[in-house]
Nanobody
Framework: QVQLVESGGGLVQPGGSLRLSCAASVSSLHFYTMGWFRQAPGKQRELVATITSGGGTNYADSVKGRFTISRDNAKNTMYLQMNTLKPEDTAVYYC????????????WGQGTQVTVSS
């Protein structure tokens, strides 16, 4: 079982920045592909970005050039740097860990609220 704890959400004005963190309680994050997802009110959960253990990244078109995903395997922590935030980025952001060894081992954090509003 892997526990994921997100932090760093909050209220920010349009054009502002936030940095989300996801701390994982696992012996080694190396064996997991990590990702950030988000869910806005009334909408389905959607992929924001993913990062492999080797550092390969993938982004949703809506956040390319504005968001940066990163990870520190030594600290068992993943990050999402969000710049030039827009009101449409408002959502609950969830951390996800997918084992690369056991496909059924998929874990979610509890989520952190990001609100972009003036």
């Amino acid at each position: 079982q892997v526990q994921l704890v997100e932090s760093g959400g909050g209220l920010v004005q349009p054009g502002g920045s936030l940095r989300l963190s996801c701390a994982a309680s696992v012996s080694s994050l190396h064996f997991y592909t990590m990702g950030w997802f988000r869910q806005a009110p009334g909408k389905q959960r959607e992929l924001v970005a993913t990062i492999t253990s080797g550092g390969g990244t993938n982004y949703a078109d809506s956040v390319k050039g504005r968001f940066t995903i990163s990870r520190d395997n030594a600290k068992n922590t993943m990050y999402l740097q969000m710049n030039t935030l827009k009101p449409e980025d408002t959502a609950v952001y969830y951390c996800n860990a997918q084992s690369v060894l056991i496909s059924t081992n998929n874990f979610w954090g509890q989520g952190t609220q990001v609100t972009v509003s003036s």
